[in-house]
């Protein structure tokens, strides 16, 4: 008869000595201390071994009581030397927030039933496996997610061999959140396979399949990658919000698609084929978006882009050449095209004036350089015409853009012609840094309407579709500093006709010129005559930041007049004024 203290804890029991060399021992143990696992054991044991001789035998079926952040459970297990065999009948161990039930041979084949809400749980038992994870990993479950693992760990301990299901709820995986993931995988310090993968978000669904190259259970940039995924109803933001900001004019919109890569994580290579729905840009919605995306480690290739918006259809094929895990500074090649379409097809065209209209097309090939996320154009060739610009029904002609690279010199040129004005004009952009400009504009008689429209607002229902505006406008400076930009406009003839409340026609008596410099316009003596109306005003206009006008008016006018400005105005006759505002 025993009774012996050992661990904290005591045993008691019988031992046995049998042909002076067979040992046998049998009793029961309690508060036995197991340190690896936080927790103390009791239960009965029986061993057997001849001494001399590498046969012992061990059977014991203990009862786990957890010490802090412990696990409680059951460890019904064998032990024979001769095989060096740990074999366990039907176990289970019980953490705070976890649950493992496992049977089999550690180092040979392990079957492993788990389920966790903290992972965490899971640190003590990984480290008898000698498996080293990302801490980050530990937190990878949301209040509320759980982890379940259904599956077998066959191998040497120190190079474990796992394969099973896994399934996820309420999980943080790089940064995004997924409902629910499962998959069956196939995993070892080397490497990770995953085939079966479901994963769901929101409305984003995705599944797929793929390998992941591991050094010691961590990923690192030389990794190999193989990846085949299709994805449904991505959230265009949620995928891509350094990208689209917040603010961004790009409002709504799904992706769904497939992507497929190979190569390491640092130099991917594949091919993406995309399509957005529901995608909205400027107000405007895009009825279909389709993208097909060639990959390779440097360089990502863009073989076809097709966009439909109402009857516009705008096709483009690129490039972009980066380094090698660098993807904000790189090399960007782009061409477009669209078919002719109405300008009034377009969401933007109408809210600025419904009875706005043309025909647009055009062809243009441009490329840029990427630093550090700034663009830099670098090249612009091309051609845009607006062909039958027509405001309520009122056809005004064409304007057509044209635009030519010639080393780092961009040359755009216009010309038009409005109810036979001419429209002539040519710019010169050094392509730098800060957009260095210097262009002229010149223009016969065009129509004041147009002019409205062309600065964002709608012309006054009094205004004449005969009223117009001759002169020429030089600009200079550097077009990212608008602040900077210098412009001197001569305006020779003005003729300004009312419809309501009477046919009335307003000229300027003598040229009007107009100096814009830091942002304020000069505007110096402007004589305007007509009935009722000889009124003279000049001054300086601020046009780029909030502050006081300094302008002297002195004169008469016809009331008519003012209709222009606030088209309520019922009233007719004649005011005189000699003001400074």
């Not at 635009?403 to 050094?430: F, W």
């Not at 010129?513 to 004589?527: K, M, P, W, Y």
């Not at 206009?541 to 008519?560: F, Q, R, T």
Request: a negative charge; proline letters at 7%.
């Amino acid at each position: 008869q025993l009774t012996s203290h050992l661990l904290n804890g005591s045993f008691t029991g019988a031992a046995r000595l049998t042909n002076a060399a067979a040992v046998s021992l049998t009793g029961t143990y309690s508060g036995i201390r197991i340190p690896q696992l936080a927790a103390s054991a009791s239960g009965p044991l029986h061993l057997t071994v001849t001494l001399g001789h590498r046969d012992l035998a061990l059977e014991t079926r203990a009862s786990l009581t957890p010490a802090p952040n412990g696990p409680s459970g059951l460890l019904d297990l064998t032990y024979r030397q001769a095989a060096d065999a740990l074999t366990f009948a039907p176990s289970h161990l019980d953490f705070p927030a976890t649950h493992a039930a496992f049977s089999g041979r550690p180092g040979a084949a392990l079957n492993l039933n788990l389920t966790s809400s903290n992972l965490a749980d899971l640190r003590p038992a990984l480290a008898l496996l000698h498996v080293e994870i990302d801490p980050t990993y530990y937190r990878a479950l949301l209040p509320g997610g759980a982890a379940h693992f259904d599956g077998a760990i066959s191998g040497p301990l120190a190079h474990p061999y796992i394969t099973g299901a896994v399934a996820l709820s309420r999980a943080a995986i790089y940064g995004r959140t997924a409902d629910h993931l499962t998959a069956r995988i196939a995993a070892a310090p080397g490497g990770l396979d995953f085939t079966s993968l479901t994963a769901d978000s929101g409305a984003l669904r995705l599944t797929g399949a793929g390998h992941l190259g591991l050094d010691n259970w961590s990923p690192h940039n030389a990794s190999a990658l193989r990846l085949n995924l299709r994805v449904q109803g991505a959230d265009l933001h949620e995928l891509a919000p350094e990208l689209l900001p917040a603010n961004s004019p790009i409002l709504g919109g799904t992706v769904s698609g497939t992507l497929d890569l190979t190569g390491t994580l640092a130099a991917p290579q594949g091919a993406a084929h995309l399509r957005l729905h529901r995608l909205n840009a400027y107000g405007e919605p895009l009825h279909r978006t389709q993208l097909d995306i060639d990959i390779a480690p440097d360089r990502l290739r863009l073989t076809r882009a097709r966009l439909e918006a109402g009857a516009a259809v705008l096709t483009a094929t690129g490039d972009y050449r980066h380094a090698p895990g660098v993807w904000t500074t790189g090399q960007l090649n782009l061409q477009a095209d669209t078919n002719g379409f109405p300008l009034a097809s377009l969401a933007p065209a109408r809210q600025l004036n419904p009875g706005l209209n043309a025909t647009i097309e055009m062809h243009t090939a441009a490329a840029a350089r990427i630093v550090n996320g700034e663009l830099q154009p670098t090249t612009a060739d091309g051609a845009v015409t607006f062909r039958n610009i027509s405001l309520s029904n009122v056809t005004y002609g064409d304007v057509n853009l044209g635009l030519a690279t010639h080393a780092n010199i961009l040359d755009a040129t216009l010309s038009g012609d409005l109810r036979s004005a001419p429209l002539t004009g040519a710019a010169r952009v050094q392509l730098t840094p800060d957009l260095a400009a210097q262009g002229r504009l010149q223009f016969g008689r065009i129509p004041l309407p147009i002019l409205y429209l062309l600065a964002g607002a709608p012309p006054p229902a009094a205004l004449a579709p005969t009223s117009y505006i001759q002169g020429d406008i030089d600009i200079s400076g550097p077009l990212r500093r608008p602040a900077d930009l210098r412009a001197t406009a001569h305006l020779d003839q003005i003729e300004i006709a009312t419809i309501e409340p009477a046919a009335l026609t307003f000229r300027n008596t003598q040229p009007i010129a107009i100096d814009a410099v830091s942002g304020i316009a000069h505007l110096r003596s402007a004589e305007l005559a007509g009935p009722d109306t000889r009124l003279s005003v000049h001054g300086a206009i601020p046009y780029l930041a909030p502050s006081g006008l300094d302008l002297s008016v002195h004169g008469a006018l016809a009331l008519d007049l003012l209709k222009l400005i606030n088209p309520d105005l019922h009233e007719i006759g004649r005011a005189s004024c000699r003001e400074r505002v």
